[in-house]
């Protein structure tokens, strides 16, 4: 009699457990557009503009832990995708005298292979929090240039292929399997490796003008100084990402 019993408590509660339980593992795939942001104390960076789009395809899991936790992985490539333009015509440019002038954009096209470990948090069939490390692994950089070669700074940096970070998330799950979230993520590994000596030099300049009174030409020195922060300390990224994906 008494076997009986715990036979029936054991299948009255398998029948309640929460469906998370009955699935521990899901499978799934998520899409986000992302705002990339280059952070840095140099006066300009080593992406054009330093502010890029671009996005992330992924293939995710899930493995529930608990009615209120579970741990959320996934694989994904990211492109970014940067580009350098005046805020008014569209076009970079550079009247730089001594007959030197430049016009066009700069553009940077990146590719990587994104995983992320998150610990997530849920209030289920309301909403989700996640966090944890991001790893991400360097697979193609393409730049294009307008501006001379011996008047640019990329020859002082060489990108890093492994990265590391941190993000945060929201999100929800719908019942049929669809969910929508929001990640702001910090990248707090170096983008490149420096050469702060490269990117130390002098610069000087002068000015030519003629006295209308006399008609003679003279020069005059404009300015002459050494700049050691042409090239930066750190580079970093942060990132905006709107996602949208599906378990299977």
């Known amino acids: 009699m008494k076997i009986a019993v715990v ?4 299948a ?3 029948e309640s457990a929460p469906a998370s339980t009955d699935k521990p593992l899901r499978l799934g795939t998520h899409l986000n557009l992302n705002n990339v942001g280059e952070i840095t104390d140099t006066p300009w960076g080593i992406y054009a503009d330093g502010v890029g789009y671009g996005a992330t395809l992924s293939f995710d899991a899930l493995y529930q832990l608990s009615n209120r936790f579970a741990l959320h992985s996934s694989v994904g490539l ?8 005046d805020s008014q015509t569209g076009v970079s440019s550079c009247d730089c005298g001594d007959g030197n002038s430049w016009e066009g954009h700069n553009k940077d096209y990146l590719l990587y292979l994104e995983i992320p470990v998150l610990a997530q948090f849920q209030i ?16 193609m950089r393409k730049s294009e240039f307008y501006i001379p070669k011996e008047h640019r700074q990329d020859k002082c940096h060489d990108d890093r292929i492994l990265g590391a ?9 719908f019942s049929f399997g669809l969910f929508v979230d929001v990640h702001i993520s910090y990248q707090f590994t170096d983008l490149v490796t420096v050469d702060e000596k490269c990117g130390s030099y002098t610069v000087s300049g002068v000015q030519s003008f003629t006295d209308m009174q006399t008609g003679t030409e003279h020069t005059e020195k ?7 922060k042409m090239v930066g300390s750190y580079y970093w990224l942060n990132k905006i990402q709107l996602g949208v994906g599906y378990w299977f």
Do not use: C, Q
């Open 7 to 10: 036979v029936l408590l054991l």
């Open 12 to 14: 009255n509660g398998a």
């Open 78 to 85: 990211d492109y970014r995708y940067f580009i350098s333009g």
């Open 124 to 139: 289920p069939e309301i909403i989700y929090f996640e966090a944890g490390p991001v790893f991400d692994f360097l697979l």
């Open 165 to 173: 970070g941190g993000t945060v998330g929201v999100g929800h799950t």
């Open 222 to 228: 404009l300015y002459e100084y050494i700049d050691k």
